[in-house]
């Protein structure tokens, strides 16, 4: 039967930050020997739009359309997803695998509707709607959380052909996470909140956060709030945080992000809409319990009163009432911040991941083979 040729499109890979590329980076480390793995990204500046990467072979090759207008970026991604794709079956056969997300996705499906070629798709978050979703020849959707599972079948697409994990940190986090840890320095007196994500604020609700954080620290003194990432919101969310005390640290490598999360003491997250956000699980391998608004599968992964504090979503007031709550409480955060590593404990592993997908594709590889 051979080797299985699987084609990656995830728009975000490293050196770009995001959970996707963790998580296919992830995927392709759990698997190297055992699949012959191209990826599909956006150009990244200062990077080799080809180079050979975690066993892979990455084409940095996609154009960058993630903000700005939707006609810009239907006349250009799809050529360049097609085309990226085009060329790659000319190669031989092989199997999809594509974040199911935006535009890129979309374009991926319409390429396997067309060629006939089999995919499995990734369903890492909310946005897409259902035409996107069921879009191309899908062998298998793979849902973050059950959240995602119920509304894939709320589309009509049978729950048998639904694969369904939660959200699971890489394994390198335990030993970055206790390096981290013995790094940390103590700031008496004050209590940092970190957000990390991208900053959008009709998804991310990062402006919802920065109005509460500001009424919080006029409440109680010592609040620091940081910002790790980057989006198209990011100059006016500095000119809304003029003048708190607000730290925007940009886009950081996986392990100066741990780094920044044992200096931190609360994660705070103020989505509209979410899957399952993985920055709640990675704050609680740091000890970090989280606040959230309870939006999509937040709930799955947050236990409120046990591993932290949901809030209504778009509700300020609630969320700098929560924030003030947990920052004026020593105890309180060491309590959920303890159960928080103990929900890890009971969580799927990537092994288990990696290799439900690997079955995937095998069963589809014979296949297509035979």
Same mark, same amino acid.
């Given at each position: 039967m051979g080797v299985p040729r699987v084609v990656i499109l995830s728009p975000a890979y490293p050196p770009l930050r995001g959970g996707s590329a963790t998580y296919f980076q992830t995927l392709i480390r759990s698997l190297t020997g055992k699949v012959s793995f191209t990826v599909l990204s956006l150009e990244a500046e200062g990077s080799s739009r080809t180079e050979e990467l975690d066993g892979a072979n990455v084409r940095r090759v996609l154009p960058d359309r993630r903000g700005g207008g939707a006609i810009p970026r239907y006349i250009t991604v799809i050529p360049a997803v097609i085309s990226a794709l085009?060329? *790659?079956r000319k190669k031989g056969p092989f199997i999809i695998h @594509?974040?199911?997300n935006g535009i890129y996705g979309y374009s991926a499906s319409l390429f396997s509707s067309f060629f006939g070629i089999p995919m499995i798709k990734e369903v890492q978050d909310t946005s897409d709607k259902a035409f996107v979703l069921k879009a191309g020849k &899908?062998? !298998?959707w793979i849902a973050t959380g059950k959240f995602v599972r119920r509304r894939l079948t709320s589309?009509?697409?049978?729950e048998e052909r639904i694969v369904t994990f939660p959200s699971i940190n890489p394994p390198e986090l335990s030993e970055l996470a206790s390096k981290a840890m013995k790094g940390r320095v103590e700031h008496p007196g004050k209590v940092r909140f &970190?957000?990390?994500?991208?900053l959008m604020? !009709? &998804?991310k609700g990062v402006d919802v956060l920065l109005k509460a954080f500001s009424l919080a620290s006029k409440e109680l003194d010592g609040l620091e709030l940081w910002i790790i990432g980057d989006g198209p919101d990011r100059k006016g969310l500095e000119e809304l945080a003029n003048g708190l005390p607000v730290r925007f640290l940009g886009s950081l490598p996986y392990t100066d992000l741990v780094k920044t999360l044992a200096q931190s003491d609360i994660v705070v997250l103020a989505s509209h809409e979410e899957a399952n956000p993985r920055c709640i699980i990675e704050g609680y391998a740091l000890g970090l319990p989280a606040i959230a608004t309870d939006v999509g599968g937040v709930i799955e992964e947050l236990l409120d009163g046990k591993t932290g504090i949901l809030v209504k979503?778009?509700? &300020? *007031? @609630?969320l700098s009432r929560a924030m003030v709550k947990l920052a004026s409480d020593q105890d309180l955060k060491e309590i959920l911040g303890n159960e928080g590593k103990e929900f890890l404990e009971r969580l799927p592993t990537w092994s288990d991941l990696s290799d439900a997908l690997y079955k995937e594709y095998l069963i589809l590889w014979d296949h297509i083979m035979n």
């Open positions: 085009n060329k *790659e @594509a974040h199911s &899908v062998h !298998r589309f009509g697409i049978p &970190v957000y990390f994500g991208w604020n !009709r &998804v979503d778009n509700d &300020v *007031e @609630a």
